[in-house]
RNA sequence: GGAGAGGUAGCGUAGUGGCCUAACGCGCUCGCCUGGAACGCGAGUAGGGGUAACACCCUCGUGGGUUCGAAUCCCACCCUCUCCGCCA
């Protein structure tokens, strides 16, 4: 979530970011949003200043009655003089009446009948600050509304280009292999190893559903043990998380209400499925204020992600890289302002840390900002080759979203140097995604013969063994 | 799922219609005291909105309602604890 305070001052800076994004319907929000601003602090103007008067003619209101030392006739015309002073909408007037810094004339109107009269005076103030507040929380409404579908604003380094086309790809790290014989793709090397089932799944779950079966299953277990040990030896801390959160923590992490369609929600129970474990962790410290010396706090996750893919219809239909369950394990840091950008740069090397790990193929993709996404204020993907699709496999992306999520989650921290508490950076980073690395290792490790060498680094966690044999 | 008890500022607690502009204790910060500390004494110590800055407004789990006025009364919901039932 933007500030509101920056779009109120600067809203052409903001715009010219956003015109970077190449988002033409966001871009078109902002003076909407100007305008909503606008009317929600006249409105608040409005009515605080009649709740001010409010609050204390009720404080007089008890003292009038019970004022012994008032007479009767003074009472009935300070309340005549206020019940004709609020009549004309004339706060002030009452204000001062009621507290005695301005004498009432004398009314004909009895005690009881005056004070009658005032009480409704005072009854329609109430009636008029609620039908008020009616109002502001519906301006606020369309206004939080239309700022809740703002993109992140880019970072200054991020190269500026309409689209993923124009992504600057790093240098490829790790020998891309030369084979002797034509290499499978993994949707013909996971049935013919008798690993990956894709027709029974398909039969108990529908389209993009699959089976892992024996050295398959075993295969994306030892690597999510891998990931997580990985993460843990720079000192991310575990978290095993609910798989499934309410509403509000899909806004907090920048997933509603833009990316509805992709989530699966069960009405029942209201709750929606993780598309990324990076919503729950989003959501650890939702509103709460951390200290200084906590920061930077880093975490990892495995969790399974489910995603409709419902956008994504058609594409990549088949194998196993786009599905609508798989599992991931995500890195996370909440990190102060001043360290957030170096902690993207040891993000991406951890990611990039177990590629190298596995000995696969990959490089670092640098995000222009028309290819952003929403949340993220400077991106980096880590690729991997895949020789039997023929193709750079996405396994990760890091992403700092600086204080878009904090804002919309509400996580603060409190500077050592007392000052004010402010919004923390956050970074969210896959490290990695399976079965993309299944496929990945699958192609680039397969045999003439058919088999799968295992990775050595792999082996402690599948009981020794250096390789999936060719047949069952 | 059933019964009961609760939810008040970092923590613990008080507060049953206006003196709540939320008290008190602990913790924390600063000052005095001291050679330096402890003790003691004094002051400060939630978040949000709003303003050029003040003023001011909102928040006592959440949302409604009653009332001139609600932490306080009424209704609904959420969560926690204790007991019971069911259960991997």
Partial sequence: MLDINLIREKPDWVKDQIRKLNDAPALARVDNILELDRQRRTLLTEVEAIQAARNRLNKQVGRLRGDKSLSAEARAATAAAASDALERADYAAAVALMEGEQAAPPTSLSPEVALESLMTALKGMGDRVNALNEQVKEVEGRLDEQVLWLPNLPHDSVPVAESEASNIAWPPEGEIRTFDFEP?????????????????????????????????????????????????????????????????????????????????????????????????????????????????????????????????????????????????????????????????????????????????????????????????????????????????????????????????????????????????????????????????????????????????VLRPYMGGADRIPASV
């Fill in 184 to 456: 499978k793709a993994h949707w013909d090397l996971g049935p013919a190893l008798d690993i990956i089932d894709f027709e029974r799944g398909v039969k108990m779950a529908g389209s993009r559903a699959y089976v892992l079966k024996s050295w398959g299953a075993r295969l994306q277990r030892a690597l999510i043990s891998l990931f997580l040990d990985s993460a843990r030896a720079k000192g991310f801390t575990e978290l095993y998380l609910p798989y499934f959160v309410a509403e509000p923590m899909m806004y907090g992490a920048g997933q509603f209400p833009k990316f509805r369609d992709v989530v699966y929600f069960d009405p029942d129970a209201e709750v929606y499925m993780l598309p990324t474990a990076e919503v729950a962790i989003t959501n650890l410290h939702r509103d709460e204020i951390l200290d200084e010396a906590q920061l930077p706090l880093f975490y990892v996750a495995h969790t399974p992600c489910f995603r409709r893919e419902k956008m994504s219809a058609g594409r990549d239909v088949r194998g196993i890289k786009r599905v609508h369950q798989f599992e991931k394990v995500e890195m996370y840091k909440f990190t102060t302002p001043e360290t957030s950008y170096a902690e993207l740069e040891s993000l991406v090397e951890a990611a990039s840390d177990i590629c190298r790990a596995l000995k696969l193929p990959f490089r670092r993709l640098e995000i222009v900002t028309g290819d952003l996404g929403f949340s993220a204020s400077k991106k980096y993907d880590i690729e991997v080759w895949s020789p039997g699709c023929n193709e750079w496999l996405e396994v990760s992306s890091c992403s700092n979203t600086e204080t878009f999520q904090a804002r919309r989650s509400n996580i603060k921290y409190r500077p050592t140097e007392g000052k004010k508490a402010q919004f923390v950076h956050t970074l969210n980073g896959s490290g990695l995604a399976t079965p993309r690395v299944v496929i990945a290792i699958l192609e680039n490790y397969q045999q003439a013969d058919g088999s799968v060498v295992i990775p050595e």
